[in-house]
């Protein structure tokens, strides 16, 4: 599909809302991942995986790599590292 286009960065991104209930403040902890676009590489049981080529992913789409090095580096865990901190630093605040 972009075959006609210079340009194929792209990125992943998750985004994970909280709130602690109705009328509550909402916190936003967005993970983002640069990349670009290529022709499919690895396994085809995935989504998009074989065609994103992450920017940390020394060379391999998301598809090449194991899990535990895109874990390492996805959009995912890294909205859910920044949720988890949020929690972490509610309980110290909690506990004080």
């Known amino acids: 599909m972009l075959c006609g286009f210079d340009d194929k960065t792209a990125y992943a991104q998750t985004i994970v809302a909280f ?29 998009w995986d074989p065609i994103f080529l992450p920017d ?22 890294k909205s859910f590292v920044k949720f988890q901190a949020f929690l972490a630093s509610c309980e110290s605040k909690e506990s004080a």
């Open 56 to 77: 940390e992913g020394q060379g391999k789409t998301y598809a090449e790599m194991t899990k535990k090095a895109k874990n390492k580096i996805s959009h995912r865990g």
């Open 19 to 47: 709130t602690w209930g109705p009328g509550k403040e909402i916190h936003i902890f967005d993970g983002r991942t640069n990349g670009s676009i290529v022709q499919a590489r690895g396994p085809l049981d995935f989504g």
